[in-house]
Structures are given as structure tokens and as C-alpha cells.
């Protein structure tokens, strides 16, 4: 099975913007506590993500364009509770596995948007099937538009399907499965 070209060029350090709807899509299946929460968005580009997360959490931003490259950061810069983002494509396993690590210690909550598939590969078992805090699966029914016109139009149609993978070192029992927006 071959994959269809979306006929434009890749964009530097794979910078797509991620539509509000996407994180407010991953907002209501979050395990919300009474108290306000601290979230990190290590890949926050111009701030889109950042900006649909500051209306639920405290969110702290920052991105290797700004100066700082998550994955040589040996702890959060911040005190956090969680980390949410969209990683880089090229770079989603490190970010995961980074990810990871860093909450670990804290019991904190990792939520990666991906590709659909991400989860469909032997050598990724140890971050699903063998992990111990990855807690759902939330699979997105709409595709996300990555190129848009200034109008909002969708400028291509979308050809990947997205979801939203979440590692919770709190959660206990078996992973879940959903569907938003």
C-alpha cells in the first residue's frame, strides 16, 4: 500500500500548526482534577495548541525555534504536571519515549497527537501494549487540515487520519479507546 503525496513541500522542522478544535477534541477525555493543572507544550510553534490549552490549564510553551530543544532537556524548565503536544513527525518516537521519562517521576500525564497507525509497529510496543501508564487511544473522526487558505478552506484534502495517544502514570488498568470530534 503506498501513500499519496500531498503535493506540497515539507515544512522546516515539521512545523504544523494544530487547529484549536484538534486539542479542544482532547480536552474533556483528560483526567481533570479540582485544582488547575501545569502543562508543558515542548513543540509550540506559533502557539496555537498554547493558546486553546490556556484556557484549561497553566501552560507553559516553549519550542527549538525559541531556543530550547525538548529532547536535551534532562527535566522539565518548569514545574509540571503534564506534558501535551504535537511532535514533530520525524521525531514523534524520541518525544514519546522523552516524554515519558520526564512525568515518570512526577506520576504526570503524557498526550501526543499522532498519526492513527503510530501504535501499529513491533519495535513501538514497549510505549502501548508493554507500558504501564499508556491509558487511551482517542482517534480523531475528522481529518485534520493541515494546509488551509486564508479563508479557513481546506487548501488539499486531508489524507491521513490522526488520534490523540495518552500515558497517564496514574491510570490503572487496561487502555481505552475512543472517538471525538
Given amino acids: 500500500m503506498s501513500q499519496r503525496e500531498s503535493g506540497y513541500a515539507r515544512k522546516e522542522r515539521d512545523l504544523y500548526e494544530t487547529p484549536e478544535w484538534v486539542t479542544e477534541a482532547l480536552i474533556p477525555h483528560l483526567p481533570l482534577p479540582s485544582s488547575r493543572l501545569a502543562v508543558w507544550e ?26 530550547t530543544d525538548f529532547l536535551l532537556e534532562q527535566r522539565p524548565p518548569w514545574p509540571v504536571d503534564w506534558i501535551i503536544t504535537n511532535p514533530p513527525y520525524e521525531l514523534a518516537t524520541e518525544f514519546c519515549e522523552h516524554a515519558l521519562r520526564l512525568m515518570e ?17 513491533k519495535g513501538r510496543a514497549y510505549l502501548f501494549r508493554d507500558c504501564p501508564a499508556f491509558s487511551k487511544k482517542l482517534v480523531l473522526m475528522k481529518r485534520i487540515a493541515w494546509f ?11 489524507s491521513f487520519n490522526h488520534c490523540w495517544m495518552i500515558w497517564d502514570w496514574k491510570h490503572e488498568g487496561p487502555p481505552t479507546i475512543a472517538y471525538a470530534p
Fill in 42 to 67: 515542548p513543540a509550540c510553534g506559533s502557539g496555537k495548541m498554547r493558546d486553546a490549552l490556556m484556557k484549561s490549564f497553566d501552560v507553559m510553551a516553549s519550542d527549538i525555534a525559541l531556543g
Fill in 105 to 121: 517521576p512526577v506520576g504526570g500525564l503524557v498526550a501526543m497527537l499522532l498519526r492513527t497507525d503510530f501504535d501499529h509497529a
Fill in 148 to 158: 488551509v487558505e486564508e479563508n479557513g478552506k481546506p487548501k488539499a484534502s486531508p
